[in-house]
């Protein structure tokens, strides 16, 4: 019974070590990685060599599916792209399988002992960070020397040797109990690799190995799809598609097991090493033979997977992936997509200000009222999503980013809320009391507006881009608008000062409008602040005069005051 546990005990350990390296690649290097997968569409040859590179360093065709699902669903690159950089994803995996086929005993104490000081003496820094990977590297390499150690004393008793013996000679079995195992523990290549390791140590036949190792492939291809079962059509192309491939690949591999098992025999000297070769060589194969029906794959899981009809009534693409939260860099930029639709709901809102204004559109009004509501629900969706992120596992600036877009939707949230009580200002204070501006009034307001709409896209340009230069703009024009105000403010006074029929009428509506409008413009260009802060733009005080006399000096002597 203890060697049971302590073989069961090692596959955890192998299990566990492969999702610390994944994750802690992922934290690494994950915005560099997204970059190369980013970059590399350009033709098959390059897509799939950046799939096989970028899938070495995570170890997990899985997450390198999430990122490029993700891309094909927001429509920057074809489903055809796509699928050769999951054909080069899964020779990666297979690579990293033969690299850990060697001995690695002699690596595996230095691993964990460097990663651990590493991990311990700067933990919050990148240092610390590759530390968690080495140590990742460590406990797989631990665990196979583990699973060996644990298997021996259980292939010496009769017992499991008389249930060895009696195992049927099933291929699809075989290949259903690799699937299943792959999706248990989210990991093709601990599957991979502990079936080597206990076909090596006799307790598994090596044509049972073989049909593990297709079941560990095409639970890979389950897996991804698996990940992205609540995501959009768009996003399930890809996992689609790869599946397809290795489901193919599988069946033509099953007829012809036997022949690649004595082709093994004669390229490998042992049985751990035939396994791993075959694993590698079933992918090299599917790379080779469908490199050139991407296309066509391509386009038919599109066939398949049709984008939803846009219509009124259709429910909109949304960019907050839950499969995206196990990358941080990548659920970080879900959330920036879509705080960037927020802001498109709001900009819908204000633009339809001046109609309501000008046309008395009661309906319209209330129309853009209700859209606060989708406002304040994409607030509370992208919060909520935001706080789902570790920010462990973020870097510097990937936690800057997260903070951007929080202070983004707390200020679209806020914009929102104002358009609606000036629609309601306007329904109330003109439009049901049947009153008019005047038309020098009005085209104050229609100015204001207008800059208004030009000051708010120019925001989302800083919100997406983070430039210096229009950061700076766009900080300039808060002081722009606060002169407008006080211009406007002033012209209107005077005209009630001429007995301006029209203008008295509507004052006090015509003073809230201004107000309203600043207090906008004020929260558009509180999106300039993070940027100018980052590059050191801005200074501790507005005041001019550094050397005014404080408060307490200014006070006269009486102390009745």
Same mark, same amino acid.
């Given at each position: 019974?203890?060697?049971?546990?302590?073989?069961?005990?090692?596959?955890?350990?192998?299990?566990?070590?492969?999702?610390?390296?994944?994750?802690?690649?992922?934290?690494?290097?994950?915005?560099?990685?997204?970059?190369?997968?980013?970059?590399?569409?350009?033709?098959?040859?390059?897509?799939?060599?950046?799939?096989?590179?970028?899938?070495?360093?995570?170890?997990?065709?899985?997450?390198?599916?999430?990122?490029?699902?993700?891309?094909?669903?927001?429509?920057?690159?074809?489903?055809?792209?796509?699928?050769?950089?999951?054909?080069?994803?899964?020779?990666?995996?297979?690579?990293?399988?033969?690299?850990?086929?060697?001995?690695?005993?002699?690596?595996?104490?230095?691993?964990?002992?460097?990663?651990?000081?590493?991990?311990?003496?700067?933990?919050?820094?990148?240092?610390?960070?590759? /530390?968690?990977?080495?140590?990742?590297? /460590?406990?797989?390499?631990?665990?196979?020397?583990?699973?060996?150690?644990?298997?021996?004393?259980?292939?010496?008793?009769?017992?499991?040797?008389?249930?060895?013996?009696?195992?049927?000679?099933?291929?699809?079995?075989?290949?259903?109990?690799?699937?299943?195992?792959?999706?248990?523990?989210?990991?093709?290549?601990?599957?991979?690799?502990?079936? *080597?390791?206990?076909?090596?140590?006799?307790?598994?036949?090596?044509?049972?190995?073989?049909?593990?190792?297709?079941?560990?492939?095409?639970?890979?291809?389950?897996?991804?799809?698996?990940?992205?079962?609540?995501?959009?059509?768009?996003?399930?192309?890809?996992?689609?598609?790869?599946?397809?491939?290795?489901?193919?690949?599988?069946?033509?591999?099953?007829?012809?097991?036997?022949?690649?098992?004595?082709?093994?025999?004669?390229?490998?000297?042992?049985?751990?090493?035939?396994?791993?070769?075959?694993?590698?060589?079933?992918?090299?194969?599917? *790379?080779?033979?469908?490199?050139?029906?991407?296309?066509?794959?391509?386009?038919?899981?599109?066939?398949?997977?049709?984008?939803?009809?846009?219509?009124?009534?259709?429910?909109?693409?949304?960019?907050?992936?839950?499969?995206?939260?196990?990358?941080?860099?990548?659920?970080?930029?879900?959330?920036?997509?879509?705080?960037?639709?927020?802001?498109?709901?709001?900009?819908?809102?204000?633009?339809?200000?001046?109609?309501?204004?000008?046309?008395?559109?009661?309906?319209?009004?209330?129309?853009?009222?209700?859209?606060?509501?989708?406002?304040?629900?994409?607030?509370?969706?992208?919060?909520?999503?935001?706080?789902?992120?570790?920010?462990?596992?973020?870097?510097?600036?990937?936690?800057?980013?997260?903070?951007?877009?929080?202070?983004?939707?707390?200020?679209?949230?806020?914009?929102?809320?104002?358009?609606?009580?000036?629609?309601?200002?306007?329904?109330?204070?003109?439009?049901?009391?049947?009153?008019?501006?005047?038309?020098?009034?009005?085209?104050?307001?229609?100015?204001?507006?207008?800059?208004?709409?030009?000051?708010?896209?120019?925001?989302?340009?800083?919100?997406?881009?983070?430039?210096?230069?229009?950061?700076?703009?766009?900080?300039?024009?808060?002081?722009?608008?606060?002169?407008?105000?006080?211009?406007?403010?002033?012209?209107?006074?005077?005209?009630?000062?001429?007995?301006?029929?029209?203008?008295?009428?509507?004052?006090?509506?015509?003073?809230?409008?201004?107000?309203?409008?600043?207090?906008?413009?004020?929260?558009?260009?509180?999106?300039?602040?993070?940027?100018?802060?980052?590059?050191?733009?801005?200074?501790?005080?507005?005041?001019?005069?550094?050397?005014?006399?404080?408060?307490?000096?200014?006070?006269?002597?009486?102390?009745?005051?």
């Amino acid at each position: 019974m203890i060697h049971l546990l302590n073989l069961l005990a090692a596959i955890s350990l192998l299990v566990w070590g492969t999702h610390i390296v994944r994750t802690g690649v992922l934290r690494v290097f994950g915005e560099s990685l997204r970059g190369v997968l980013a970059g590399s569409f350009g033709n098959r040859a390059s897509a799939l060599l950046a799939g096989l590179g970028v899938t070495t360093v995570v170890q997990s065709s899985t997450a390198t599916c999430l990122i490029v699902s993700s891309f094909v669903g927001k429509g920057l690159v074809t489903s055809a792209a796509a699928l050769a950089v999951m054909l080069g994803a899964d020779v990666g995996t297979a690579v990293m399988a033969v690299a850990f086929s060697f001995d690695l005993s002699w690596l595996s104490p230095l691993l964990i002992f460097v990663g651990v000081l590493l991990f311990i003496s700067r933990q919050d820094t990148v240092a610390g960070r590759i /530390g968690r990977v080495l140590i990742g590297l /460590g406990l797989i390499t631990l665990a196979l020397q583990l699973i060996v150690s644990a298997t021996r004393p259980l292939t010496d008793s009769p017992a499991v040797r008389a249930l060895l013996v009696a195992l049927p000679d099933e291929v699809l079995l075989d290949v259903l109990v690799g699937a299943v195992l792959t999706v248990m523990s989210y990991s093709s290549l601990a599957i991979v690799l502990l079936t *080597a390791t206990l076909a090596s140590s006799g307790m598994l036949p090596v044509p049972v190995a073989l049909g593990l190792v297709l079941g560990a492939n095409v639970g890979s291809g389950l897996l991804a799809l698996v990940a992205t079962g609540g995501a959009p059509p768009q996003v399930r192309r890809l996992p689609l598609g790869n599946l397809i491939f290795k489901a193919v690949g599988a069946l033509g591999a099953m007829a012809l097991l036997p022949q690649a098992q004595a082709l093994m025999q004669q390229v490998a000297p042992n049985v751990h090493q035939q396994v791993v070769l075959f694993h590698l060589g079933f992918n090299l194969l599917l *790379a080779l033979l469908f490199i050139g029906t991407t296309g066509l794959v391509g386009r038919s899981v599109e066939r398949l997977l049709k984008e939803p009809a846009a219509n009124a009534g259709a429910t909109r693409l949304r960019h907050l992936d839950p499969s995206a939260l196990a990358t941080p860099s990548l659920a970080i930029s879900c959330a920036a997509r879509e705080a960037l639709h927020q802001a498109d709901v709001v900009e819908t809102m204000l633009r339809g200000i001046l109609p309501v204004l000008r046309d008395n559109d009661l309906a319209l009004s209330e129309q853009l009222r209700n859209l606060d509501d989708t406002v304040d629900e994409l607030y509370s969706a992208i919060k909520f999503y935001l706080t789902q992120i570790s920010r462990k596992a973020l870097s510097e600036r990937e936690g800057k980013r997260w903070t951007d877009i929080v202070s983004f939707t707390i200020n679209m949230e806020q914009i929102g809320d104002i358009i609606e009580r000036v629609l309601k200002d306007i329904e109330d204070k003109k439009i049901r009391k049947g009153r008019t501006l005047s038309d020098a009034g009005m085209a104050e307001i229609v100015h204001l507006h207008e800059r208004l709409m030009s000051n708010l896209r120019l925001g989302m340009s800083v919100f997406l881009d983070g430039h210096v230069r229009d950061a700076t703009k766009l900080l300039e024009e808060k002081a722009r608008f606060r002169d407008l105000e006080h211009q406007y403010a002033g012209a209107h006074i005077a005209r009630l000062q001429d007995n301006t029929a029209r203008s008295i009428e509507t004052s006090a509506l015509h003073l809230d409008l201004i107000s309203e409008l600043k207090r906008i413009n004020s929260h558009i260009c509180s999106i300039a602040y993070p940027i100018l802060e980052s590059a050191g733009a801005l200074t501790k005080t507005r005041i001019r005069n550094s050397r005014l006399l404080p408060l307490s000096s200014q006070l006269p002597d009486d102390p009745a005051i």
